[in-house]
């Protein structure tokens, strides 16, 4: 019979790969937590007034925002500029009784950093069923425009279109979560 050497844990280099994984979670978790915190005192403004004066972050982020307003979110600006709802074309059309919902959304960094943006940052939510705005209507103008991912530099916008498609008649809101780890959201009602 033969007689294996058996390395203890400790010397195994994959072990040491997963330790390593898990704490550069666990601390950006902890640094994520601990940013929102020190933002408990900012209020988010819009271009028609300043929303409810709270500490309550959680508060200022499920605020309704209508078409229009501008949403200072931590310096970062959005703005959905336009809705539209529209039919598809003879080669995209959408399911029975839903039509393609395509807002205008407007981005502008004012922090002092540069910013990503993702259009998977937004949902379009119809009664409370939010789903991913990544359709394509068969018109030109929007499917050629639509908001993509990218990095803006201090000071620097950027316009594009997300598409969803929804009953028209449904409650419709365009959803933005600002941060991937919890379920936040600022809310603009579409309808």
Same mark, same amino acid.
């Given at each position: ?75 970062? /600006?959005?703005?959905? @500029? *336009?809705?539209?709802?529209? !039919?598809?074309?003879? #080669?995209?059309?959408?399911?029975? $009784? =839903? ?8 981005? /502008?960094?004012?922090? @002092? *950093?540069?910013?990503?943006? !993702?259009?998977?940052? #937004?949902?379009?939510?119809?009664? $409370? =069923? ?12 929007? @499917? ?48």
């Amino acid at each position: 019979m033969q007689n294996k050497n058996v390395k203890p844990w400790y010397k195994v280099w994959w072990i040491w790969v997963i330790i390593v994984v898990v704490l550069f979670v666990l601390f950006s978790m902890i640094g994520v937590s601990s940013s929102d915190n020190d933002s408990s005192s900012k209020d988010v403004k819009t271009t028609k007034g300043t929303a409810k004066k709270t500490s309550d972050s959680t508060s200022a982020l499920n605020k309704q925002y209508k078409v229009g307003q501008t949403i200072d979110y931590k310096g970062y /600006k959005i703005k959905v @500029d *336009d809705v539209t709802y529209d !039919n598809g074309s003879e #080669f995209e059309t959408p399911k029975s $009784g =839903n039509k393609y919902v395509v807002s205008k959304v407007t981005i /502008k960094n004012d922090t @002092d *950093d540069k910013q990503d943006y !993702n259009p998977y940052d #937004f949902k379009l939510s119809a009664n $409370g =069923n939010a789903t991913d705005l990544d359709e394509s209507t068969g018109n030109d103008n929007y @499917d050629n425009n639509d908001l993509n991912s990218g990095t803006l530099a201090k000071g620097a916008s950027v316009t594009g279109y997300l598409i969803g498609q929804a009953n028209p008649s449904a409650k419709l809101k365009l959803q933005y979560q600002p941060n991937y780890f919890d379920n936040k959201t600022v809310d603009v009602d579409l309808n």
